[in-house]
C-alpha cells in the first residue's frame, strides 16, 4: 500500500514538472535570485548588524519567493488553458526579469553593508547598485516612469 501511493505521488510530480518544462528556466532563474538575496540578506545582517539568524525573516524570505512561483505558475497555467501559451511565456519572463532586476538591487544594498567602505569590493558593488538604481530604470519601459509616482528608488528607499 505504501509503495502504490509512493508510485501515485512521484507519478503526480512527474506530470506536474513535464507540464511546467517550458517555464523551467525561469523557475530556476526565480529560485536562484530568491536564494542569493536570502544568503547576502542574512550575511549583511549578521556582519554589518550583528544579528543571529531570525527565522522570522527567513521565513518571510521563503513566503515571498512561494508567492512568485505561484504566480509564475499559475499565469502559464491559465495561459495554456486559454490556448495562448506564447503570450502567458512571455508575461511570465517579464515578471521574472521585473523580480530578478528589484531583487538584485537588494542583493547589492546589502553586499554594500558587508564590505568595507572605500575597498575595491565596495566601490564595485557601489558602481553597479547606482548603475541599476538610477541608469538601467530608464531603459525598462514603464519602471521609471513607476518609481518617479512611487517616490522611490529600485530597492524601495525613499
Do not use: H
Amino acid at each position: 500500500m505504501v509503495e502504490q501511493v509512493k508510485n501515485v505521488f512521484v507519478g503526480i510530480v512527474m506530470a506536474v514538472l513535464a507540464y511546467l518544462k517550458p517555464i523551467e528556466g525561469e523557475l530556476w532563474s526565480l529560485f536562484l535570485i530568491f536564494f542569493v538575496n536570502f544568503v547576502f540578506g542574512y550575511l549583511s545582517g549578521m556582519i554589518a548588524k550583528g544579528e543571529d539568524f531570525n527565522f522570522k525573516k527567513a521565513f518571510r524570505c521563503i513566503g515571498e519567493a512561494t508567492v512568485f512561483f505561484i504566480l509564475c505558475t499559475a499565469i502559464y497555467a491559465i495561459g495554456k488553458f486559454k490556448g495562448q501559451e506564447a503570450g502567458a511565456l512571455q508575461c511570465v519572463s517579464f515578471i521574472t526579469y521585473t523580480i530578478i532586476y528589484f531583487y538584485s538591487t537588494n542583493v547589492l544594498k546589502n553586499l554594500k553593508l558587508i564590505f568595507k567602505e572605500g575597498t575595491a569590493p565596495w566601490s564595485v558593488v557601489s558602481f553597479i547598485y547606482y548603475v541599476l538604481r538610477f541608469k538601467f530604470i530608464e531603459r525598462i519601459p514603464y519602471l521609471s516612469d513607476y518609481m518617479n509616482i512611487k517616490g522611490r528608488s529600485a530597492d524601495g528607499e525613499r
